[in-house]
C-alpha cells in the first residue's frame, strides 16, 4: 500500500478536519505513529480519516494492522473485512485477515450450502467493483462499435462479422453487467457485522433480562437479520441465532 495511492485518493476527497487538518496529513501522522510503534495513537489518525468519509482500502488496510498490533482483534478484522470488499484479491489484506481470525475465540463451522453460491461467491470476489465497471463499459463500448459496423458497412461479410461480434459481446455485457450488480450488492450491504466488544452474551430475546442464547467473543462474524431498539438479531455461519446487544457489534 503506497503513499502514491493516498495521494490521488485525496484529489478526490479535498476535506478538512475541524483541527484543519487534511486526510493526508493525518495519513502521514498515523504512518509515523505506526513505524514508531503507537500503534494506538495511529489507529486513532486513520480513523480521523474514515470517519471523515473516505471509504477507501488502504486506509481500510492500514487500521486494521493498527488495530490488530494493539491487541484490538475485533477491531482489527472489522476493518480487514471493510477492505476485503473493496480489495478481494490483495494477498497481503487475505494472509493478514486469516492470521486474525485465528486468533477468534468462537470457532463457528459454516453450515454447508448449495455449491452453486460458493460459485457465485468465488466469481464475484474474483473482481474489485472498479475492475468489474471498467469491464462492464469495456463490452458495452464493443456492442455499441459492432451496431455501428453492421449499419454502415457496406459489405456483407463485414456485417455479418459485425453482428456476430455484436451478439457475442451483448452476452457478455449481460453476464459482465450481472456480476458487477452482485458486487455492487455485496459492497452496499449492510446485513453483516462483525463483533467488537471483547465478550457480550447472546439473548434469546430483545430484553436484558431474556435468557442467555450463548456467548460470543470480539471477531466473530454476524448476520443481521432484525433490529428492535437497541438489539440485532443475529445469525451465525452455523445457524445459531439470538439477540445482541447494537453497542457489541459494527457493521461491515
Do not use: C
Amino acid at each position: 500500500m503506497t503513499k502514491f495511492r493516498f495521494t490521488i485518493l485525496m484529489l478526490l476527497f479535498p476535506i478538512v478536519l475541524a483541527a484543519q487538518q487534511t486526510p493526508e496529513q493525518l495519513f502521514d501522522e498515523a504512518n509515523r505513529a505506526y513505524q514508531q510503534g503507537n500503534f494506538a495513537e495511529a489507529a486513532a489518525r486513520y480513523e480521523l480519516i474514515r470517519e471523515s468519509g473516505v471509504a477507501d482500502a488502504t486506509i481500510y488496510y492500514n487500521l486494521g494492522n493498527a488495530y490488530y498490533k494493539s491487541g484490538n482483534v475485533g477491531k482489527a478484522i472489522l476493518n480487514y473485512e471493510r477492505a476485503l470488499k473493496l480489495t478481494p484479491n490483495d494477498d497481503d489484506l487475505l494472509h493478514n485477515l486469516q492470521l486474525a481470525n485465528l486468533m477468534i475465540v468462537n470457532k463457528v463451522d459454516a453450515a454447508p450450502r448449495l455449491f452453486i453460491w460458493d460459485w457465485w461467491d468465488a466469481v464475484k470476489d474474483a473482481f474489485s467493483l472498479n475492475g468489474i465497471t471498467w469491464i462492464v463499459y469495456g463490452f458495452f463500448l464493443l456492442f455499441t462499435a459492432s451496431i455501428m459496423v453492421v449499419l454502415l458497412a457496406r459489405s456483407f461479410s463485414i456485417r455479418n462479422a459485425g453482428f456476430v461480434a455484436g451478439l457475442a459481446s451483448l452476452v457478455l455485457v449481460i453476464l459482465s453487467s450481472t456480476i458487477f450488480i452482485g458486487k455492487l450488492n455485496a459492497v452496499q450491504r449492510s446485513d453483516t457485522a462483525i463483533v467488537t466488544a471483547s465478550i457480550t452474551t447472546v439473548k434469546n430475546s430483545p430484553d436484558e433480562k431474556s435468557s442467555d442464547a450463548f456467548v460470543l467473543h470480539e471477531g466473530v462474524k454476524v448476520f443481521i437479520t432484525d433490529k428492535v431498539n437497541e438489539w440485532l438479531k443475529i445469525r451465525l455461519a452455523d445457524g445459531k441465532v439470538g439477540w445482541l446487544e447494537q453497542k457489541a457489534a459494527e457493521i461491515i
